[in-house]
């Protein structure tokens, strides 16, 4: 079967809204890991200048 133009245009116009929008994820997603990254390093920063003790009470 022989696809037209307009239905091979109309997918790749769909994969191209397919792909940007893996792209946009894969970007929310590394940002999204460096944000957890820093606050981890926060938050040892925090427990080293306080210490332990008094983080927990």
């Known amino acids: 079967m022989v696809a037209h133009s307009k239905d091979q245009t109309k997918f790749r116009a769909e994969d191209h809204k397919t792909l940007r929008r893996l792209a946009q994820n894969r970007e929310a997603a590394r940002k999204s890991r460096l944000r957890k990254k ?3 390093l926060h938050i040892c920063i925090f427990i ?3 210490g332990v003790t008094e983080f927990i009470s």
Do not use: E, H, M, R
Request: charged share 15%.
């Open 38 to 40: 820093v606050n981890s």
């Open 48 to 50: 080293v200048d306080y």
